[in-house]
């Protein structure tokens, strides 16, 4: 990659929006697992990743997904953040908003 184009990648990459929000990920019957992420766009992807391949995860869910051969698992997102928050104010607002969706769901953390 030449020079020029770095730095346009770099560019353009500083300009994305932030996604940053709380979802949550169905299993097969009640199973429940409620996050957050500050890329909402890649967490799903990153999280099927890491369940397949044996990843970091929560050990209720290697275990649903083990149990349902990673069949019947659905990815929401259930809120998503003002994308113009400092980062500071919007890490602080994710741990507060995703216990507060946490107990609402009666969900495991992802």
Not at 8 to 31: C, E, L, N
Not at 54 to 79: C, H, S, Y
Request: charged letters at 30%; glycine letters at 8%; proline letters at 5%.
């Amino acid at each position: 990659m030449h020079k020029e184009q770095r730095r346009a990648a770099r560019a353009a990459h500083k300009d994305q929006v932030a996604d940053a929000g709380i979802y949550a990920f169905r299993g097969p019957g009640d199973a429940l697992w409620v996050g957050h992420s500050k890329t909402l766009a890649s967490v799903e992807n990153r999280l099927r990743f890491s369940l397949r391949t044996n990843g970091i995860a929560p050990p209720d869910l290697t275990k649903a997904w083990v149990a349902a051969q990673g069949e019947g698992f659905r990815f929401e997102v259930l809120e998503r953040l003002d994308p113009d928050l400092v980062p500071m104010a919007r890490d602080d607002l994710l741990k507060a908003r995703v216990l507060v969706w946490r107990d609402t769901l009666r969900a495991g953390a992802v």
